[in-house]
């Protein structure tokens, strides 16, 4: 799951068992509780990231 909005796309995968990609552009801290597998700060970031997977 990617998601820019770590209290609902994260926390959404997190609980649906999924790999997490916080993507925080804005540098946002990361709310307490959520823990995402990966965080990104940009969409050219993001696809480095997965072309490593």
């Not at 209290?7 to 509780?33: F, K, V, Y």
């Not at 990966?38 to 050219?44: A, E, F, K, N, Y």
């Amino acid at each position: 799951m990617v998601g820019d909005t770590a209290e609902s796309d994260i926390r959404g995968g997190m609980n649906a068992g999924w790999a997490t990609c916080w993507l925080n552009a804005h540098q946002r801290p990361l709310p307490e509780g959520i823990k995402p597998d990966w965080t990104v700060t940009s969409l050219p970031e993001l696809e480095l990231l997965l072309c490593k997977q």
